[in-house]
């Protein structure tokens, strides 16, 4: 592995919740040493039929924070994600803390203002985010350390973050007998997939992994929560030593067979935008449908 600075004798206290309309965990991430913590991926509740906006999600993890005396210090989207909306502006105005995402995010602002034929008043720069990470960059959350791993494959711009023991791999990895997120979104590619899941695998053996999402396959309770041997030894698209070529096979035989997400059109519009829902040129909030476009 590379020089990332893992450090497994830090453990800081994670708490999940689950968000049974997106099948989305967010996650607070506390520094065992003090007050301070992080949200990672959060969710706006959104009816897309009414376009009707709500919060009560974010307000659950908002009660948390509040309730426990923490301290909000990082916003973390792990990706752009094409299947819920975040709640990171909504977060951030109650409790404070700056938001973050990869670099890449200019990449996938220069895909999406394409198809949703923005204008030049949205920026492809990333500078809607307080913080832009490049692979290795580190941060701090009270006196915990943590690192960004540049994992692109499901988009260009997955990032997997470390706090000690804990790792949050957004949609690089699903659980054991989930498997692993498709490559097929624009910018996505499989292959690549694979190599960022090879760096996770490449932590140590008990670090704690984080989903971002999960199904229940085959009828089981929702999970969240595994770790890189159990990955290793189980993952059914990559456990076991599946080679890159078995791995991109499987990924696009299946790929071809799924549906759009059917939240992709309002969540890539307003997660582009750090969380922002786009106006339109009378400042109403407005979002759009690109016929044929996707
Ligand atoms: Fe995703």
């Known amino acids: 592995m590379s020089n990332y600075p893992v450090k497994m004798d830090v453990k800081p206290d994670v708490k999940a919740f689950f968000d049974p309309a997106t099948n989305t965990i967010s996650y607070v991430v506390k520094d065992p040493e003090s007050a301070a913590c992080a949200v990672i991926d959060s969710v706006m509740d959104i009816d897309y039929a009414a376009g009707r906006i709500t919060y009560d999600h974010a307000d659950e993890i908002i009660n ?77 959350v009270g006196n915990l350390q943590a690192f960004a791993m540049y994992t692109p ?63 229940g396959p085959n009828g089981r309770d929702i999970q969240w929560e595994t770790t890189v041997a159990e990955e290793k030894a189980h993952n059914i698209h990559v456990g076991g030593g599946r080679t890159k070529e078995e791995f991109v096979r499987m990924r696009k035989e299946r790929d071809a067979t799924l549906a759009m997400p059917k939240l992709i059109i309002p969540s890539l519009q307003v997660n582009m935008r750090a969380g922002e829902i786009p106006k339109d040129k009378d400042g109403r909030p407005m979002l759009k449908v690109p016929v044929n476009g996707l």
Request: one cysteine or more.
């Open 153 to 215: 494959g499901h988009t260009p711009a997955c990032m997997t973050h470390v706090f000690g023991d804990a790792a949050f791999v957004g949609d690089t990895l699903f659980m054991p007998d989930g498997g692993s997120a498709r490559a097929d979104f624009p910018g996505g590619d499989a292959g690549t997939l694979y190599d960022s899941i090879q760096k996770v695998l490449a932590l140590p053996d008990d670090m704690r992994l984080f989903m971002c999402h999960d199904y």
């Open 64 to 140: 948390y924070i509040s309730a426990n005396d923490l301290k909000l210090e990082w916003i973390i989207e792990t990706h752009v994600h094409a299947d819920h909306l975040s709640a990171a502006p909504y977060i951030q105005q109650k409790l404070g803390g700056k938001v973050g995402i990869g670099e890449k995010i200019m990449v996938v602002q220069d895909t999406f203002g394409k198809i949703f034929n923005e204008g030049t008043e949205f920026q492809r720069d990333g500078s809607q985010f307080d913080a832009l990470f490049k692979d290795g960059d580190t941060y701090m």
